[in-house]
């Protein structure tokens, strides 16, 4: 199994563009998460999913969209990126049984 | 915001115990204590996890206090790749128990 895979690893942005970034998972949790992480901060959750088809927001929605067509992929779309989301961006997903399971991150500067 | 409270920062030395806080008090009967961990800007690790019974595994102890309103995660004997930030989360909030709302967790300082 190779977990969760994000990509890309890295991305710089102009203002106002768009990008997705991407979370696959090959274990079969219902349950995906993403969560951002800002320099010396800790993980501040943007959006979860409870299963496909379902999405609900975290602390930090605004300016992020997500959706949940199918139970592997939870892609995170930024539509008009501003420098406030610089960040690492992780991706994770569990099962009722299980912990977190968290992929590398993706890091994303926008200039 | 999260629910749960640790101080920002702890050293400890080399080959002794690392004893780390959480502050949970608002946790409710159904809801699991989770320990992570971040080494430098990966993603966080899992290390374990426990309702009201104390927990042991390969990495490390997990002590709850009989009101479950606080825990202490245990390293036995700190090494300098134990160097990481420790994150204390339950399994669910007040308001939805599927949401997974980490804090700015501890950050631990193994000095040899």
């Known amino acids: 199994n190779a977990g969760v895979t994000q990509t890309p690893k890295f991305r710089i942005l102009k203002i106002g563009q768009s990008m997705t970034l991407q979370c696959t998972q090959d274990m079969n949790h219902n349950y995906m998460y993403w969560y951002r992480q800002d320099p010396g901060m800790g993980l501040k959750l943007i959006y979860y999913?409870?299963?496909?088809?379902?999405?609900d927001k975290g602390e930090v929605p605004n300016g992020y969209n997500v959706s949940r067509s199918t139970t592997e992929d939870f892609p995170l779309r930024l539509e008009l990126a501003a420098p406030s989301q610089t960040s690492v961006y992780f991706c994770?997903?569990?099962?009722?049984?299980?912990?977190?399971?968290f992929g590398n991150g993706t890091r994303l500067t926008v200039t | 915001d999260a629910k749960t409270t640790q101080p920002p920062s702890m050293d400890c030395a080399e080959g002794r115990a690392a004893n780390l806080p959480c502050n949970h008090s608002?946790?409710?009967?159904?809801?699991?204590v989770y320990w992570y961990r971040q080494i430098h800007s990966q993603g966080p690790q899992y290390i374990i996890h426990g309702l009201k019974n104390n927990e042991t595994n390969e990495m490390a102890s997990l002590i709850i206090t009989e009101d479950r309103k606080s825990s202490t995660l245990i390293l036995p004997h700190a090494t300098l790749r134990d160097t990481a930030v420790y994150y204390c989360?339950?399994?669910?909030?007040?308001?939805?128990?599927?949401?997974?709302?980490f804090g700015a967790g501890t950050r631990l300082t193994v000095k040899p």
């Open positions: 999913s409870v299963g496909a088809g379902i999405t």
């Open positions: 989360i339950v399994r669910g909030t007040l308001y939805n128990n599927n949401d997974m709302r």
């Open positions: 994770a997903s569990r099962s009722d049984a299980t912990p977190l399971h």
């Open positions: 608002t946790i409710s009967g159904n809801e699991y």
